[in-house]
């Protein structure tokens, strides 16, 4: 049957399995010269479930090797060849589990479940906004029956401007989360909290998140602190290897007790990683930085992490008056 370019492009990519190394040449060389090979009238493609077989009177290709002559051949194993040398250096076998990641790579010995909300506030709202969210969570915390407690509250100070962030802790995990959840629902003073706040806010979202193992659990500090949230949106499927290298790495940054907490999504937007640490101010951050890429070990967490990162952020934070870190 008679063929034109785009019917060689169409084909090929279906053909890219090979029963040897060899055969490689054969398809790049095909593809380099395809305008030449298919302006020829007398080009020829035949397929089938298992080969191609190309012919054109200027040249010919048999298993890579270029040949003058007055055809040219190519013949490719299909995807079909599982048995296929080529084929095995792209397919990868996964062992099967019987545990999901985040059990692998969150702490065994507590249930914590973490929130982390994203408040915008309109710029002229924003003094408002801490001053009423000063006045009543403290409050709410004092109720013992509540099983949440207040780990952090922010300002971004660099980063989204005119932005809140607050962290909980729900000890006892999703049954906690429900639990306080019904018993806000019944709290007037909350709702009206609430309805007031909405008044001040463009938008808002928020996390469910887990710990890292091998992470600090937040802990109240004394201020004055600033605080960076680094946040990493992973490729999907890297987690394990992102927590396999920071289980390493995490004793580099805990000199100068700068790793607050580490966490990663669990509901919300997925394959999220945050992590937590303070300073005493900018100049002790760029110095603490610093000082980590001169330990061995650290440069090869940054060569083997950099590459599942999609998207990375950082926002620089100072801590409301009620926060427990300060």
Known sequence: MRSHSSSIYHRLPHLFAFDAALYLGGIIY????APELTASPAVEVVLSSSWCFISTPKISIWRGSVFSSASITAFFYSKDNEGSWFRSLFVHKVDPRKDAHSTLLSKK??????KIQFHNVKPECLDAYNSLTEAVLPKLHLDEDYPCSLVGNWNTWYGEQDQAVHLWRFSGGYPALMDCMNKLKNNKEYLEFRKERSQMLLSRRNQMLLEFSFWNE????AGPNIYEL?????KPGTMIEWGNNWARAIKYRQENQEAVGGFFSQIGELYVVHHLWAYKDLQS??????A????????ENVYYTVPLVRHMESRIMIPLKISPLQ
């Not at 010995?109 to 973490?114: F, I, K, M, P, W």
């Not at 980590?292 to 440069?299: C, H, L, Q, Y």
């Open 218 to 221: 937040p802990q109240p500090r």
């Open 285 to 290: 951050r760029e110095e603490t930085r610093n």
């Open 230 to 234: 680094r946040t990493y949106k992973l």
């Open 109 to 114: 010995e507590t249930s914590n479940l973490y």
């Open 292 to 299: 980590a890429w001169r330990k061995r070990g650290w440069d």
């Open 30 to 33: 095909a593809l380099q010269h």
